[in-house]
């Protein structure tokens, strides 16, 4: 999985941004099989052909969600359109292209880009794409209330109807404003308050008994109190925010259900317990490891995704004929017994709890939780507990170097693997100048290697 890392990094960095600034200066319609075909390459790409070990959906995930943020071409796609759809439609998002655009578009049109009629624009060649991802999208999330307050007053499905009747001229009056603006003009007691009112109270009989009948309408869809959404929200800002489409992919970027993922629930029936929010949020937080060493990270990773190849999954699937441990032969072989609970081990995290405390001064008591999930977070200062983690850390990457070895790994190479780590780390906090906080955290260690080297 090493590898995996690298590959990840290497699509993140090389493929990524040659397929998105194609997609962003060209906001063609993209078929799905187009990107059903792209993830299949990126897999085969991920996994030497090989079958995928973590689902492809879990990979794309953000790291604090539990995933490998892997890039998904699709995600960004759809983010791309949004933000072209709010360039369109947030005055204060409008770039010369989108005004020239949005000129050229008849009622029906817009209101398609507001996914409020059948779309008029398949022939469309920069807006096709748009407006069907703007459709796909109202059905999977909730992007606008229907009907939305930031929508053109006279687009909403009864001012499309009577644009095309007698009644189209008091629809031009009032296009610059908002379903909101008119449902607040409507709703308000007293005339002079709102500029709309104007308009409502000078026209005719006929347009006035329209409008009134359209407010009543949308008032009776209680859209004046519905809350707004996270997505009409952009259009309180004053100027688009930087990096308009990463927020929106990592806004499009959840979980497709809410249901505790498989590895997860194997850890909480091997614990015995239940995780509540906050562990899984903490979880996820160390599932990535403590260390900017990418085989650190992986490791972690693994840990959390049950990845091991454990006697007793290899019994499951009918690899092996016995689940039992290869260090005592008595026990199953889970990860939890591999990694912690084998007697075989009870020694090595004895000595390492102990080389812990003289190295930091600090008692620690380690538990399954700590060692393999980071559950619970000790309770040390800051850079006392960095390099605790990292102490633990180092100590449980050892397992599974001597993975089938009936042996547990030595102190020796603990010492070993805590200086690479330390190594790393100093190499990595020159490269972004945080060489204090490094001494800080890792001194103890130092002075622990200078009293040893004297002994
Ligand atoms: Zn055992």
């Known amino acids: ?43 085969t790409f991920l996994w030497s052909g090989k079958g995928a070990r ?35 439609h947030v005055p204060s998002f409008h770039t010369l292209g989108t005004e020239l655009e949005l000129l050229q578009l008849d009622p029906a049109q817009k209101a398609a880009l507001w996914g409020l009629s059948p779309s008029t624009l398949h022939t469309h060649a920069l807006l096709r794409g748009t407006s069907l991802v ?21 687009l909403t499905p009864f001012a499309v109807r009577s644009n095309v009747s007698h009644l189209a001229p008091v629809w031009l009056k009032i296009r610059k404003y908002t379903t909101g603006d008119f ?48 997505f009409e929200r952009f259009f309180l800002h004053s100027s688009p925010p930087r ?10 970027n959840k979980p497709q259900n809410s249901e505790l993922p498989q590895h997860l629930k194997t850890w909480e029936a091997d614990l015995h317990t239940t995780f509540s929010d906050t562990e899984i949020r903490r979880i996820y937080s160390g599932s990535h490891g403590f260390s900017r060493c990418v085989r650190v990270q992986e490791h972690s ?32 072989g889970t990860l939890l017994h591999i990694f912690w609970s084998c007697p075989g081990v009870k020694q090595f995290w004895t000595d390492i709890s102990e080389a812990i405390h003289k190295v930091t001064k600090v008692k620690i008591v380690l538990t ?13 200062s800051p850079s006392k507990r960095d390099l605790v983690t990292q102490l633990i850390q180092a100590a449980r ?39 204090a906080q490094y001494i800080k955290i890792w001194s103890p260690w130092k002075t622990f290697r200078t009293s040893e080297a004297v002994h």
């Open 301 to 332: 990773y693994k840990v959390m995704t049950q990845w091991y190849q454990t006697p007793k999954q290899l019994y499951i699937k009918g690899l092996s004929t016995s689940d039992k441990c290869w260090r005592c032969g008595k026990e199953s």
């Open 134 to 154: 703007m459709k796909q999208l109202l059905k999977e999330h909730n992007l606008l209330n229907n009907p939305s307050l930031f929508m053109p007053a006279d």
């Open 54 to 88: 973590i689902p492809y959906d879990r990979l794309i995930l953000p790291k604090n969600l539990g995933g490998f943020a892997l890039p998904d071409a699709q995600l960004y796609y759809r983010a791309i359109h949004l933000k072209r759809w709010l360039q369109i």
């Open 368 to 380: 399954p939780g700590l060692v393999l999930l980071w559950l619970p977070t000790p309770e040390f």
């Open 397 to 435: 990457l050892l397992i599974p170097l001597k993975w089938l070895c009936r042996d547990p790994p030595l102190h020796s190479q603990w010492v070993m693997k805590v200086d690479h780590i330390s190594r790393m780390e100093e190499l990595a906090s020159w490269e972004v100048r945080k060489h």
């Open 1 to 43: 999985m090493y590898k995996n890392i690298t590959t990840i990094n290497l699509l993140k960095a090389f493929v990524m941004p040659r397929i998105l600034y194609i997609m962003q200066m060209l906001p063609l319609f993209l078929p799905s099989s187009f990107f059903t075909q792209l993830r299949k390459l990126f897999r």
């Open 243 to 252: 990096g308009l489409i990463s927020l929106l992919y990592t806004a499009l």
């Open 183 to 230: 449902l607040k003009a409507a709703s308000s007691p007293s005339p002079d308050q709102h500029p709309l009112n104007d308009i409502l109270m000078s026209s005719n009989f006929l347009e006035t008994a329209e409008l009134h009948s359209i407010s009543r309408v949308l008032l009776d869809k209680k859209a004046l109190n519905s809350e707004i959404t996270w």
